[in-house]
Every structure is written in C-alpha cells, then in structure tokens.
C-alpha cells in the first residue's frame, strides 16, 4: 500500500531561521512527488514537482529536494508569510490515487 | 486564467439529511478529482474522473456518496444521508490529464454536520 508520512507534524521558525521539512514515501514506482503549499481556509497550491532522485527545484525561499525514499523542502530565511501547511504527495502506479502526507504546519514569528 | 470553482464554501446540516457540492474546473482540464479533508490531515481522494468517466472511486462510500460529471465539464457530489463523521472539507482539483499532472484545487466546501 503506499503511504505518506511527513515530518514534524508541527514546527515554529523565528524569523531568519532557516530549516527543514522531510517526506518520506512508500510506493512503487515514483512518477512524481509533488509539494503543496496549504493556507488556513483555502484548497493547497501547487510549489513543485520532482521525478527523480536527486532532483532539486527553487522558489524563493524554498528548495525542494529528492532521493528514493524521501523529499525534503528546504526553507531558508524564513518570513511570516511563509507560515503555512506544506504537503507532499505521490502518485499511485497508474497516476491514480494521488497520496497526500498528513502535512507539516510551519509557524514562523517575526 | 480562472480558477477552480466550488460552491457553496460552507453548509451545515443535520444528520441523516442530503447535500450537493459543484464544481467547475480550470477550463480544458480533464481530469477532475474530488477529496476529503477532515481537519489536522491531508487530503484524501474520493472519486478522480477522466472527461466524463470515472478512473477511480475505490475509496469513495458507495453506500451514501455519489458524483457525476456532465459533459465532462462541471461536477457534483452529493452526500444522502450524511452522518456526523462525514464533517469535512470537500476539495475540487482539476488537472490537464490522468497522467501526474500537478493538480489545481479549489477553495473547498466546509460541511459540517450536526
């Protein structure tokens, strides 16, 4: 069965203070992990996509990460703005069954 | 380029009653994927459909749930009857294809039930 697991479930940041975000997956056959960025009372929004180990891709702040077993996203200097719930998620063997992580909620204090 | 569109954003019904959740994904998307999210988890997928057929509903109550697509466009889901456990976020996405596309979702449909 695949599965999805993150972690912390939970992390508060100060401002500036850079860290990291793991997901770890079972499946067979990774055709994708993809990153979500989920504010309070809206749907997740699309960060990124990796498709093979050792992948990285940028956005601002965030650095997303890959080897066969998990996924990091990095976050570097860390702003307010960033506190959100991140959410990683796999794809089943046929791309079906996408498999959300129960998601990492990132507080970050100025 | 709009969006995902879900309505109505909240609702909050008695057990045992009925409700319709519709969505309109991002034009040209299609495949379409319906998800549960009950509070403090990630998004669990309930029914993914291709056009208008569905690709996957293993996980979606059979006994109580039911969504269609009309002309592989708009969607509903619909809920009869619910039950207390059934209190969540229903989340739309939409995507370019059945194929790991990233998805694009909507802003959700709290429901809680009483």
């Known amino acids: 069965e695949d599965q999805v697991t993150q972690s912390p479930e939970a992390l508060r940041l100060q401002e500036g203070e850079s860290s990291s975000l793991n997901c770890s997956y079972t499946?067979?056959?990774?055709?994708?992990l993809f990153w979500y960025r989920q504010d309070p009372g809206k749907g997740p929004e699309f960060l990124f996509t990796?498709?093979?180990a050792g992948e990285e891709k940028e956005k601002e702040r965030l650095k997303a990460t890959l080897t066969k077993k998990e996924s990091f996203l990095h976050i570097t200097a860390p702003k307010p703005e960033d506190s959100a719930t991140y959410l990683c998620?796999?794809?089943?063997?046929?791309?079906?069954?996408?498999?959300f992580g129960p998601g990492t909620r990132l507080s970050v204090l100025p | 380029e709009a969006g995902v569109a879900q309505s109505p954003r909240y609702k909050i019904i008695e057990k045992r009653q009925s409700v319709a959740f519709w969505c309109n994904p991002i034009?040209?998307?299609?495949?379409l994927y319906w998800y549960q999210q009950i509070l403090g988890q990630g998004p669990k997928l309930l029914i993914q459909?291709?056009?208008?057929?569905?690709?996957?509903d293993s996980q979606l109550p059979k006994d109580r749930f039911s969504a269609e697509r009309l002309k592989g466009v708009d969607s509903t889901l619909k809920i009869q009857p619910a039950k207390l456990e059934d209190s969540a976020v229903y989340l739309c996405?939409?995507?370019?294809?059945?194929?790991?596309?990233?998805?694009?979702f909507g802003p959700g449909t709290r429901l809680t039930v009483t």
């Open positions: 499946v067979s056959g990774l055709r994708g």
């Open positions: 459909f291709q056009n208008n057929g569905v690709v996957d």
């Open positions: 990796l498709y093979s």
């Open positions: 996405a939409s995507s370019l294809g059945p194929e790991p596309y990233e998805q694009y």
């Open positions: 034009s040209g998307h299609a495949t």
């Open positions: 998620a796999v794809p089943g063997l046929y791309g079906q069954n996408f498999v």
